[in-house]
C-alpha cells in the first residue's frame, strides 16, 4: 500500500499542533530516526506538544514534497513575534513517519519561552 506523503505529512502537521500524542505515535514507524537542535537527547513528543502548546499559532509557511520526503517551514507566533521552525520528514510506504529532523529557532524559544530549555 502506498499512502501519499502529502496526507501523512498534514496528518502529522495536524497531530503535533494539536497536542494529539496517540496520533503522533500512529503516525511513527518503529524506531524512527529523530534529530534535533533543541534537547537531542530528551522525549521527542513531550518536546513537540510542550512546544506547541507555548506558541499561540502555528501555521505550514511552506511545504515541498519530493518522493518520500517532505519539508516544512511553519510560522510560529507568540507574543505578537513570529518566528520560524524547519521539519523534514521521510515517510515510507506504508505511510509512517521513518525519520524527523526539525530545527528550531533556538533566539526565539530562549526569548519566548526559556521554559522548553529548562524542563529538558
Not at 21 to 31: E, G, I, P, Q
Not at 62 to 87: H, I, K, N, P
Request: hydrophobic residues 50%.
Amino acid at each position: 500500500m502506498d499512502i501519499a506523503v502529502e496526507d501523512v505529512t498534514a496528518r502529522w502537521v495536524r497531530a503535533w499542533t494539536t497536542g494529539r500524542t496517540t496520533d503522533l505515535f500512529k503516525l511513527l514507524a518503529a524506531a524512527p530516526a529523530i534529530e534535533t537542535n533543541l534537547d537531542p537527547d530528551g522525549d521527542f513528543i513531550e518536546l513537540l506538544t510542550d512546544y506547541a502548546a507555548a506558541v499561540e499559532s502555528i501555521t505550514v509557511f511552506s511545504q515541498t514534497v519530493l518522493d518520500r520526503r517532505a519539508a516544512l517551514v511553519y510560522d510560529c507566533t507568540l507574543s505578537g513575534e513570529t518566528f520560524r521552525l524547519a521539519e523534514f520528514l521521510t515517510i515510507n510506504d506504508a505511510g509512517l513517519v521513518t525519520e524527523v529532523r526539525r530545527v528550531y529557532d533556538l533566539n526565539a524559544i530562549e526569548r519566548l519561552m526559556p521554559h522548553l530549555l529548562l524542563e529538558h
